[in-house]
């Protein structure tokens, strides 16, 4: 599992998905949201705005992604 450390209080889900190269472009990220490939906490999350926070934990395509402060 890769970490990912912010420097804010939070960061939304589409902006997180770019942040971590998980996807390149904002386009990407919401359609990978819309699709319902995205997981937050081991459900699928399809809020593109969905506020991430330290300990959160983000899975796409086999890949998972730990939220850090």
């Known amino acids: ?9 939070y960061i939304k889900l589409d902006a997180f998905l770019k942040f971590c190269t998980a996807a ?3 386009g990407e990220a919401k359609v990978l ?12 999350c ?3 705005g969905k506020k991430l926070r330290p ?6 395509a086999g890949a998972a992604y730990e939220v850090t402060a």
């Open 1 to 9: 599992m890769e970490q990912i450390q912010i420097t804010t209080e």
């Open 24 to 26: 390149s472009s904002g």
């Open 33 to 44: 949201i819309a699709d319902g490939q995205v997981s937050v906490n081991g459900e699928v």
């Open 46 to 48: 399809t809020q593109r």
């Open 55 to 60: 300990g959160d934990i983000v899975e796409l």
